[in-house]
């Protein structure tokens, strides 16, 4: 696969130049992608095409070329239509056991934060087709070179990065931006800047789950639904703890651990901070009934694969350091899996559900482990009534794992 850096050409017009209303006009008339692609010219195309509101796209196989190849797209819920990106990547020789052409671990501003088959990370804008390299796999301070050449391919590709954000967007940045990361079994952290060529480890802890950037800040959630907040600065090197909130909190106790696990995830909205549980059957049947795994059929003509049954919203008081439990969204949207976290007004945003998280497959420990699921667990979990619904049609495996691409 070819990844086309854009090159501007040094005389000619200056596009950027062009009257607002006939910016507006051209972008009236663009499909969602090419929008994307329109708002990733310039600051003033970007600004002509903002009244224009698509809602994150889920990317998606738009179709299989052949036995070998996949063409990838993206589908907007607010029109229900999948849109040809025109990239094409190799599948894998074994899904299972063989490593990816290339390995999403992050959607972030419009960007996917990329590992490809040698575990090398990189950006890559879809729409404007950018790229830029990141620093390599053994470019991680105090991370032993000896621990990274026992790991396979596979290995170093799938678990190098666990997840992966930007604190800005490379596109509408002269300035600095920062990468961050979860990284390696252990799940620590890990930052880069523009331009640096490795890797700083920081955080006085593993067992990262999620994080999410906000007004300035890095928040961070670990072990015990610890939240930490972080602020870069050109003063220091390494990121300055501002805030480390440990409240008390419990997970839903109805549900049995042998049927049931959880993921954890921060989101910002309206300048608070939501904490939210989802929580997913480990073998969930045709009926959306919670099994056991000594209960699954015999015969094997059942697929019992794991899907999400629920989700809990808390929001985090930073005065009395508690998570309080929400049953609104207040007509907010939320959408989380492997990107960062998103919220959005429901009023600006038309054919989506209110007062919703929408949510893709993240579930990194099973995903790659059959051949028959593992990409499928996609759909939208209202808290008005409580149920899931379908957002995407996926009833088998998914290749490659879908993720929410919102571009700024």
């Not at 950027?16 to 994307?36: F, G, T």
């Not at 961050?180 to 620590?188: L, M, R």
């Not at 420990?365 to 499928?376: E, F, L, N, Q, S």
Request: glycine fraction near 6%; aromatic fraction near 12%.
């Amino acid at each position: 696969m070819s990844f086309n850096q854009n090159k501007r050409s040094r005389g000619g017009p200056n596009w950027s130049e062009l009257k607002p209303e006939l910016l507006e006009s051209i972008a009236s008339k663009l499909s969602c992608p090419d929008i994307q692609r329109f708002k990733s010219t310039c600051s003033s195309w970007r600004n002509a095409a903002e009244y224009i509101k698509s809602g994150p796209l889920l990317l998606v196989p738009s179709t299989q070329e052949d036995q070998e190849t996949i063409r990838l797209g993206v589908f907007s819920v607010k029109d229900k239509t999948t849109h040809d990106l025109k990239l094409i990547v190799n599948k894998s020789e074994d899904i299972l056991n063989s490593p990816e052409e290339i390995h999403f671990v992050g959607s972030s501003h419009g960007w996917m934060i990329v590992v490809d088959k040698m575990g090398e990370p990189f950006l890559w804008n879809l729409f404007s087709r950018d790229r830029i390299d990141l620093p390599g796999k053994s470019k991680i301070q105090g991370l032993p070179k000896s621990l990274m050449q026992s790991y396979s391919p596979v290995t170093k590709q799938r678990f190098f990065i666990h997840k992966a954000i930007l604190t800005a967007n490379p596109s509408c940045t002269t300035e600095n931006y920062v990468v961050v990361i979860i990284h390696d079994f252990s799940k620590k952290l890990a930052f880069c800047s523009k331009g640096d060529g490795t890797w700083t480890g920081f955080g006085d802890s593993k067992d990262y789950y999620d994080i999410m950037y906000s007004g300035e800040m890095l928040y961070s959630l670990r072990e015990k639904a610890t939240i930490e907040g972080w602020q870069f600065s050109e003063t220091s090197s390494d990121p300055i703890k501002k805030l480390c909130i440990k409240p008390s909190f419990n997970a839903n106790m109805n549900l049995s651990s042998d049927r049931c696990t959880s993921q954890w995830y921060l989101v910002p909205s309206n300048g608070e901070i939501l904490f939210i549980v989802r929580y997913i059957g480990e073998f969930v049947n045709e009926k959306c009934e919670l099994l056991c795994e000594a209960e699954l059929p015999d015969d094997g003509d059942q697929i019992c694969c794991y899907r999400t049954i629920k989700f809990e919203v808390y929001k985090l008081d930073r005065i009395k350091e508690k998570l309080v439990r929400e049953t609104s969204l207040k007509n907010q949207l939320v959408f989380v899996g492997g990107n960062h976290g998103i919220s959005l007004p429901f009023k600006d945003y038309q054919g989506f559900k209110p007062n919703s998280i929408y949510f893709t497959d993240d579930y990194w420990d099973r995903i790659y482990k059959d051949y028959y699921y593992g990409g499928h667990d996609i759909g939208v979990f209202s808290l008005e009534d409580e149920r899931i619904s379908e957002v995407y049609e996926c009833d088998s495996r998914f290749e490659p794992i879908p993720f929410w691409v919102l571009s700024n």
